[in-house]
Nanobody, 120 residues
């Protein structure tokens, strides 16, 4: 099993920055893809940033250039540096591990979420 624990959320003013961290425990493989989703009130959960072991990370268009995802393969941690935060970044942010089991079968593991509020 995999357990994900996020930290680092909070209240920040527009233009400010925050760093989210996610500590993963259990069986984490180098081939697992780690990323961050967010869900704003009344909206669907969306992928914000996702790491890639073989290439460049992927970012949702509205956060590109403002957010940076990084992964520590030794500590099994993934972080999300967020700069120039905007009120529309307000959401619950979830750490995610995506694992391909075989063929078309995938598994997703989720953290409990951490609230990010951008407001003056």
């Amino acid at each position: 099993q995999v357990k994900l624990v996020e930290s680092g959320g909070g209240l920040v003013q527009p233009g400010g920055s925050l760093r989210l961290s996610c500590a993963a425990s259990g069986d984490i493989f180098g081939s697992d893809v780690m990323g961050w989703y967010r869900q704003a009130a009344g909206k669907q959960r969306e992928l914000v940033a996702q790491g890639s072991s073989g290439g460049s990370p992927w970012y949702e268009s509205s956060v590109k250039g403002r957010f940076t995802i990084s992964r520590d393969y030794v500590k099994n941690e993934v972080s999300l540096e967020m700069y120039s935060l905007k009120p529309e970044d307000t959401a619950v942010y979830y750490c995610n591990v995506w694992r391909r089991v075989n063929g078309d079968t995938n598994i997703n593991f989720w953290g409990q979420g951490t609230q990010v509020t951008v407001s003056s």
